[in-house]
């Protein structure tokens, strides 16, 4: 079952795809910068009252969540988060990483990586990956996202439904989306 957090998430996505298509005359999500969907989810988690940053670096949230840092080094280590919610405290709680998916193996680096990460400890809940698909057939859209909920540890544990879109730049084509959120377990 979901949390309130994970609905939130792709109840953000939604959203997004709905501001997307209205400011700019009818394109979904998959024109859209990553960094929209990732700002859009940010203010529907900080309206649940949590404190969320976007583009956290990895090793400066480890160390924030008291993680175990010893050891092996991590992959990207060096790279950032899309989005980092915090505990009232002050410590990281959600690991938030969000995908547009184009094809069925779009997730299973970023499951590793957060996977890794939260099995350092600390005060990290979980990792979380937000999708995102399009696509024409709406089995398609269904598929990729059953798909990438299939990666090692991972359970997809909340999804809008595939919605139909009438398509603005390529003949009026009829297409679907959906956005799922991907619960990732250490």
């Given amino acids: 079952m979901a949390s309130k957090y994970e ?14 298509w209205k400011f700019t005359g009818g394109l979904p999500l998959t ?8 700002g859009q989810i940010a203010i529907a988690l900080s309206r649940l009252n949590l404190y969320v940053t976007l583009e956290s670096k990895v ?11 010893r050891g092996r080094t991590l992959r990207r280590g060096g790279g950032r988060l899309d989005l980092v919610s915090w505990w009232k405290s002050g410590a990281p709680r959600h690991l938030i990483e969000v995908k547009k998916l184009r094809h069925k193996e779009a997730i299973a680096a970023d499951a590793r990586r957060l996977r ?3 099995k350092r400890g600390g005060s990290t809940r979980q990792g979380l990956i937000i999708v995102y698909a399009d696509a024409a057939r709406q089995s ?12 090692k540890d991972c359970r997809l544990v909340a999804r809008s439904g595939a ?3 009438v398509t603005s730049w390529n003949d009026n084509a009829v297409r679907h989306y959906e956005a799922a959120c991907i619960r990732v377990e250490a």
Avoid at 31 to 38: L, R, T
Avoid at 59 to 67: F, N
């Fill in 163 to 165: 919605q139909q879109f």
């Fill in 140 to 151: 398609t859209v269904e598929r990729r996202i059953e798909y990438a909920a299939t990666a």
């Fill in 7 to 20: 609905s939130a998430c792709v109840k953000a996505v939604q959203d997004a795809f709905k501001v997307h």
């Fill in 31 to 38: 024109f859209a910068p990553e960094a929209f969907i990732q």
């Fill in 116 to 118: 890794a990460m939260l």
């Fill in 59 to 69: 090793y400066a949230t480890l160390t924030e969540a008291g993680a175990e840092m």
